[in-house]
């Protein structure tokens, strides 16, 4: 055999050992595990809040925010004492959610499982996700004191740097979130 034909297989074996490592290394220990929907109904009052908003704002940020942390897609999201075109400023609406999020089942629970899930870290920053803005940064700080303490979610790093003009922040929570194909099919 010519020295050059023994090559293409070389490359091609290493191309296919690369594969599956990096396969291997997705299906670590926090790969997808047995979970199950817990439903969790809340009643969030956020209190003076340095801007109104209108209940169709906080509709969209809390459906975004909730998405982004692992909530199940259907959710119910209520905003109350919002701001009304030509009305009042309203600084402290309160907001009614009913949502489901994975809960993690120990080995010994997994015939309870209706989903799987892995555990993700996730950012919430302005434009993370896109209804975010620089100038909710009192928002998010309350949501994480209000709406994420009361979540299966850990608050992993935390850095608001809001003032009157707007400000800054970022915030990262360690989730559990939905995937694989036990929660496709019932998602």
Known sequence: ???????????????????????????????????????????????????????????????????????????LIEPERCQVKGGPAERSPRVHVKLQMPYRLSAAQARYADTSSAEQAIRLAPGEPASLQASDCVLVQQLREELLQALPVRVAAADFRCSAAGGRFALTVDAQVAGGPLAAARR
């Open 1 to 75: 055999m010519p020295e050059g034909t023994c090559r293409p297989r070389r490359v091609a074996l290493l191309i296919l050992a690369g594969a599956l490592a990096a396969t291997a290394a997705h299906a670590g220990p926090d790969s997808a595990s047995p979970a199950q929907w817990r439903t969790y109904d809340l009643l969030i009052d956020l209190q003076d809040l340095p801007r109104s908003y209108s209940c169709t704002d906080l509709w969209y940020k809390f459906r975004d925010v909730l998405l982004r942390i692992g909530a199940r897609r259907y959710m």
